[in-house]
């Protein structure tokens, strides 16, 4: 969801309306993404200006990393140290997230930032045999990828992922408004929403937390808007109807959860597991919360690489009348 990230407002096409990230935090997050392997570009794609950072070599099979809401692309940085040696990696900031600018009325709902990014991936051309992972939201957005896009998409990876699930039982998924209470809005608010996420959140100097928590909150009324729309798609959508969705996946999937995740529940991914045709048993880390690519990061690498690996040998069921399908 939040911290580590590069939280400019982009609410609009004008650069004038655009805060621009403190140069403290600019800086830091341009080292922690050239030690990652990483570059910074921007794509025009339609009316959307996607801001993401790419690794590895272009040759290799392709990695989409999602984050999750409010977050931004740096929340993958970490463990993309580990998979550009080995893989092309993108990593995008979302739309209405991060830099990447979108209009003023621009539709943040999990269906239409999944057709936006599609649109983005086939601009970048790494729509073919695409391995996909997401955190939270991100996580449903990987899944809603997965289901429309089965002959393009090869693996899914699911961590801490976002549902509407029957076991959910946390005070936010009993009421995805109490999301608010995650916002940064005030000095002294960081800590706070960071120890709601994380079971040990990493030690960040004061300077450097400082220019982000004035980020964060600068960007507060679009996070807010955000969380609107969660609580919209919570009213529409049901357990069954998002079982219904997540049991049309054909890729072979790797479920990773924190176990002290406050935030969703540990027992959903064993609920999410039963609905995915391909899903390998869930990987639970002790003594990790909500942001595991932040807080386990080798952890989260030392399994997603051999499922990487495993899943590059996998044929699509969909494209081989010699796969049966369950």
């Known amino acids: 969801m939040f911290i580590a990230g590069s939280n400019s407002i ?16 600019q800086n830091y ?35 989409l990393l999602l984050h999750g809401l409010g977050g ?42 999944t057709e936006q990014l599609r649109q983005f991936v ?4 790494i729509e073919d045999r695409l391995n996909v992972a997401g955190h939270s939201l991100g996580g449903s957005i990987a899944t809603v990828y997965a289901s ?4 393009d998409t090869q693996s899914l990876f699911l961590l801490n992922s976002a549902g ?18 995650l916002i940064v809005s005030k000095p002294g608010d960081l800590d706070d929403v960071m120890h709601k996420l994380m079971q040990n959140p990493p030690s960040v100097p004061t300077p450097l937390k400082k220019a982000q928590e004035n980020l964060l909150i600068s960007r507060a009324p679009q996070t807010s808007k955000m969380i609107d729309q969660v609580v919209t798609l919570n009213r529409i959508y049901t357990p069954e109807t998002f079982a219904r969705l997540t049991r049309t996946v054909e890729a072979p999937t790797l479920i990773l959860w924190g176990k002290q995740d406050k935030i969703f529940n540990v027992e959903v991914a064993g609920e999410l597991k039963s609905l995915l045709k391909r899903a390998e048993t869930p990987v639970i880390l002790n003594n990790v919360g909500h942001m595991p690519m932040i807080e386990a990061e080798q952890q989260v690498a030392d399994h997603y690489l051999p499922f990487l690996a495993k899943s590059q040998k996998f044929k699509n069921p969909l494209a081989d009348k010699l796969i049966q399908l369950n």
Do not use: C, M
Not at 34 to 45: E, F, I, M, N, Y
Not at 122 to 125: Q, R, S, V
Not at 148 to 151: A, E, G, R, S, T
């Open 10 to 25: 982009a609410a609009t096409q004008t650069p004038t309306n655009t805060l621009s990230t403190p140069s403290i935090l």
């Open 29 to 63: 997050l341009n080292q922690d993404r050239k030690t990652a392997g990483l570059v910074s570009r921007t794509v025009q794609v339609g009316n959307i200006t996607w801001s993401y950072s790419e690794g590895g070599v272009r040759t290799n099979p392709s990695i």
């Open 72 to 113: 931004t692309r740096d929340n993958w940085n970490r463990v993309a140290h580990y998979l550009t040696p080995y893989y092309h990696v993108i990593i995008p900031d979302l739309p209405a997230n991060g830099d990447t600018r979108v209009p003023a009325d621009f539709d943040v709902s999990v269906p239409n930032v």
């Open 122 to 125: 086939t601009k970048i051309d």
């Open 148 to 151: 429309q896009y089965p002959f």
């Open 164 to 181: 509407i699930y029957k076991q959910a039982n946390t005070s936010y998924t009993r009421d995805p408004y109490s999301l608010k209470n």
